[in-house]
């Protein structure tokens, strides 16, 4: 059992017009949101080296969730959310190498929606679902040579919205939400002054930057970002028994990606970036 007491306070700014003068205005909301959640779960183990759980629990988004607050969601209770998993965990090659996968059901049951008699507001009065699968792999396939891999597949929907006509997100997938992610990263310690090289990949699908559609022209649309690949290396080597020497290379083809999304702008990834590090235990 977990409780949580999140108290937010925001002031909103608007600065007068250079000409005219007009428009400033200061608005302060405040906004106190308590719940009480739960999870559990269950393991069995059929065999020394492997295990099956089921685990179901309950969370919150509270409506300053982003760090802000305004007048369409302030004094607006959390979205509820309820979750169900089952899943498995086997260790192989005498415990050196490890294989999971699982499988989810997630529902959203009070999802902020505009009030369709007044957008200016928002309502808990719609609901989705969230369900997929994970697999992962993590370990040493040889004494010198590790990995570390996954990949997920999330399929969201809303299935209840007061929204109507053109710009009705029913049937629509979450934002920010893409479909399919998968990582990939590996090392090999090499014979040579114990010298270690790594190297990986990150993918993630396209995404949706809101699930409402915009209208323009009587014409709905979707803001889509493209998916993408970032490519990683590495290469560490030890100095001494107490010094290591790292070199961290990421996205090495300078690819141009969004990193984060919003309805009404994103925020770019960073490009090739070389991080060089002397480190010193103790």
Do not use: C
Not at 237 to 258: A, G, K, M
């Amino acid at each position: 059992m977990r409780f949580d007491r999140f108290d937010a306070s925001f002031s909103q700014v608007t600065f007068p017009n250079p000409v005219t003068g007009a428009g400033a205005a200061n608005a302060q909301f405040d906004q106190v949101d308590t719940m009480l959640s739960w999870r559990g779960a269950i393991v069995y183990k059929p065999l020394p080296f492997g295990s099956v759980y089921f685990s179901a629990g309950t969370s919150f988004n509270p409506s300053a969730e982003a760090l802000a607050l305004q007048a369409a969601n302030t004094n607006l209770p959390p979205e509820e959310n309820q979750s169900f998993e089952v899943g498995t965990k086997w260790d192989l090659l005498g415990g050196n190498l490890s294989v999971t996968g699982a499988l989810f059901h997630i529902e959203k049951m009070n999802m902020r929606e505009p009030d369709p008699n007044n957008p200016l507001f928002n309502i808990l009065a719609g609901s989705g679902v969230a369900k997929g699968g994970e697999i992962g792999v993590s370990g040493r396939l040889t004494p010198e040579w590790r990995i570390l891999a996954g990949y997920g597949y999330t399929y969201t929907v809303i299935t209840e919205t007061p929204r109507t006509g053109p710009t009705t997100d029913l049937g629509r997938r979450f934002a920010n939400a893409p479909m399919h992610t998968a990582n990939l990263w590996t090392t090999y310690d090499l014979p040579w002054w114990k010298l270690q090289i790594g190297g990986g990949l990150n993918i993630v699908s396209s995404r949706f930057a809101a699930s409402v559609p915009t209208s323009v022209g009587g014409v709905a649309f979707l803001r889509e970002a493209p998916g993408y690949w970032i490519a990683s290396a590495m290469a560490k080597l030890p100095l001494s028994p107490n010094v290591d020497l790292q070199l961290n290379l990421s996205n090495l083809t300078n690819r141009r990606f969004y990193d984060q999304l919003h309805p009404s702008h994103v925020v770019p990834g960073s490009g090739r970036t070389a991080l060089l590090t002397l480190s010193y235990k103790y």
